[in-house]
């Protein structure tokens, strides 16, 4: 007797079986990733944005909650607030200096 079509149907059940598990596998990470990102994004939503966000810019979401952690706007503006002094000293510095106001 030929039993070889018992160990095929029994070798496309085993594939069939092992595709449907990953199968399966693979849908319940996907929604346990679906499920982290929708709690991110409601976490982040909580949090408020930075008055100093740029109307109608693409990254002025990310950019409001991430001032939040790390004010990447302030630091931008205070940079520029003291490069603004450092220019305006030693523009000025030498004329000041000749017209012996300052040593």
Sequence with gaps: MDFSWLTDWLVG???????????????????VIAALAAFV???????????????????????????????????VFSLGMYSTALLIYFGTGPIL????VIR
């Design 13 to 31: 059940i085993l594939r069939w079986f092992g595709q449907a598990i990953y199968n399966g596998t693979i849908k319940l990470v996907n929604a």
């Design 41 to 75: 994004d409601m976490v982040l939503a909580l949090l408020p944005t930075t008055s100093f966000d740029t109307p109608g810019s693409v990254a002025s979401e990310w950019l409001g909650t991430m001032n939040w952690f790390l004010p990447i706007n302030h630091i």
């Design 97 to 100: 200096r000749w017209l012996k």
